[in-house]
């Protein structure tokens, strides 16, 4: 297994501003997966982060928008650009082990006013 | 967190009785398919997991059974507890784009009554 670590744990942003979600792991990991899970709904993935490439996007989610950074093996970033009240949602941070299980942060639950 | 789980299907069980948890994936590609329970302020918890190759799986008090006919997943806890109250979601493996990911079920909430 893996201990993520994910700050802030909530916060609650003004329309316009952008927050910067960090993860931490405390072991090396290949692999590093964005999702958001917006109210009383599924886990939605926003993007793949592998450490020493550009964050892959899934569909319906772009760069401006949530930019991510990856500088090593155990620490990533996503960040919530430019934001508005439909961004209210908890975002998680995860980690693949053994390739496809997947451990997840508490996640960092974001209300825009 | 407390919004997690406000609009999902509701499972309301008698603690002590067994639950039964059902999951439709998509993907007939699909080889390999994992249950999370999310308690309330929590990220997903990883409960059970089973390969395409296998139709049951057995852990402590759960069991998960596939059936790739009908693309069909359920989770079966035995002797439901308090503590079991949670939402579940299936999610199913898929490889894409040089790895796999994770792509999540609607999730069911699971209410246990004393």
């Known amino acids: 297994s893996a201990v993520i670590s994910q700050k802030p744990s909530r916060d609650i942003c003004q329309r316009g501003t952008s927050l910067t979600i960090q993860c931490q792991v405390d072991s090396q990991v290949t692999m590093m997966f964005w999702y958001r899970q917006q109210p009383g709904q599924s886990l939605t993935l926003i993007a793949t982060a592998n450490q020493g490439s550009e964050a892959t996007y899934e569909s319906g989610f772009v760069i401006d928008k949530f930019p991510i950074s990856r500088p090593n093996l155990t620490f990533s970033t996503l960040t919530v650009s430019n934001m508005s009240p439909e961004d209210s949602s908890i975002y998680l941070c995860s980690v693949g082990v053994s390739n496809e299980k997947l451990f997840f942060g508490s996640g960092t639950q974001l209300s825009v006013l | 967190g407390e919004s997690v789980g406000l609009h999902l299907p509701t499972l309301s069980v008698q603690e002590g009785d067994n639950s039964i948890i059902n999951c439709a994936y998509s993907?007939?590609?699909?080889?390999?398919f994992i249950w999370y329970k999310q308690e309330s302020g929590k990220g997903p918890q990883f409960i059970i997991d089973i390969r395409s190759n296998m139709d049951k799986r057995q852990g402590q008090r759960v069991t998960v059974l596939l059936n790739k006919t009908v693309k069909h997943l359920s989770l079966q806890i035995a002797a439901t507890q308090p503590g079991d109250s949670a939402v579940y979601f299936c999610a199913e493996s898929l490889f894409s784009g040089g790895y796999n990911k994770l792509i999540f079920g609607a999730g069911t909430r699971l209410a246990v009554h004393p």
């Open positions: 993907n007939s590609a699909s080889d390999y």
